[in-house]
C-alpha cells in the first residue's frame, strides 16, 4: 500500500463509504449512484471526500456528463469489490435467496438482435418471481465485456461462444440453426442458385466476415455480399423487395416473417448457432447470480423447441 495513506484512519473508515465507491465506481455519474444508493447527491460527494482524504488520490474525475475513474480507483475496485461480495455471501449464509426481497435489478448484456426473442420471455418469467427487480438490457460490448462483468456494470451477458479469460465463465444456453431468407415470389434454392446468388451480410462491426461467413470459409466457400446490414429487420425488408438472399438465424426469421417473405432451408450444412451465458469468476457462488443462470437455464429449455 502506498506510504502516503494513512492505515489507521483507513481500517476506522466506515465501510459505506466503500459501498459508495463501488456504485460510483459502476455507475459512473454520481446522480445515478445516489438513486442506486438512496442518498442524496452531495452524501455520495461528501462520502466520496472522506475517501479521498484518506486515499490521496481524486478516484474519479470529471468526465462529460459523468466521472471516470483514476488509475488508482482501478487498481482498489476489483479488491472492494470481492470484499463486498465476499460479505454479501457471509451475511446470506443460514438463510436461502428469497428473489422477491433480495433481487432489486438486472443487467443482462445482448447483442440488439437477440433482444426482441430473448427480452420478453425472460421479463416475464422474472417479473413473477421477482417483482421489485428493474430489469435492463444493454449493449454487448465483447471489448470490455470482462470489465463491465468485473464492475458490476453487466450482471450477465449472452453471447456467441467464443474463446474466453480465465475470470469468466460460461455455459451453453441456447442453440440456433440458420436459415434463408427471400422474396416470397423464389421458387427454388439449392446449393448452386445459393452460391450463385447475392448475397445480404448482417453485422454490428464495420468490417470483417459476417458469423456465417467463418462458418463458409472453414469449408473453403465464399457468397457474394453486395449489401451489408446493421439489422436484420432492414435486411428482410430488402430480401422482400430484391433477389437478394438472407441467411439469418431462425428465430429472427421466424419473429421478422411476413407474406412478402419466404424462408428456406440451408442447402448445405452448416453447424448450429450456440449461445452461451457469461458471467465473472467473483459472482460464482452469489445467490443472486446462481439464481439467476438457473432461471435463464430454465426458460431456454422451455423454449428450446421454438
Known sequence: MDKSVDVPRLLRLDLNLFRVFDVVYRERNLTRAAAVLSLSQSAVSHSLARLREVLQDPLFVRRGRGVA?????????????????????????????????????????????????????????????????????????????????????????????????????????????????????????????????????????????????????????QRQIVLRCQHYESACRIAAASDLLLTIPRRNAESLRTAALRLWRMPLELPPIELHLYWHRQAELEPATLWLRSELRALAGKNSGR
Open 69 to 221: 475513474p483514476t488509475p488508482r480507483a482501478e487498481q482498489l475496485a476489483p479488491a472492494v469489490q470481492q470484499a463486498l461480495a465476499a460479505l454479501r455471501q457471509g451475511l446470506q449464509r443460514g438463510r436461502a435467496f428469497d428473489p422477491a426481497h433480495d433481487l432489486t435489478r438486472l443487467r443482462l448484456a445482448m447483442h440488439e438482435e437477440l433482444e426482441p426473442n430473448l427480452l420478453p420471455a425472460v421479463f416475464e418469467r422474472l417479473r413473477v418471481a421477482a417483482p421489485a427487480a428493474a430489469i435492463a438490457s444493454v449493449r454487448l460490448d465483447r471489448a470490455n465485456l470482462k470489465a463491465d462483468l468485473a464492475a458490476g456494470r453487466v450482471d450477465l451477458a449472452i453471447d456467441v461462444a467464443q474463446v474466453t479469460e480465465p475470470e469468466l465463465r460460461h455455459e451453453p444456453l441456447l442453440q440456433d440453426s440458420l436459415c434463408v431468407v427471400s422474396a416470397a415470389a423464389r421458387r427454388r434454392l439449392d446449393f448452386d442458385s445459393y452460391m450463385a446468388a447475392q448475397h445480404i451480410a448482417v453485422s454490428s462491426r464495420r468490417t470483417g466476415p459476417a458469423m456465417e461467413d467463418f462458418m463458409f470459409g472453414r469449408q473453403g466457400l
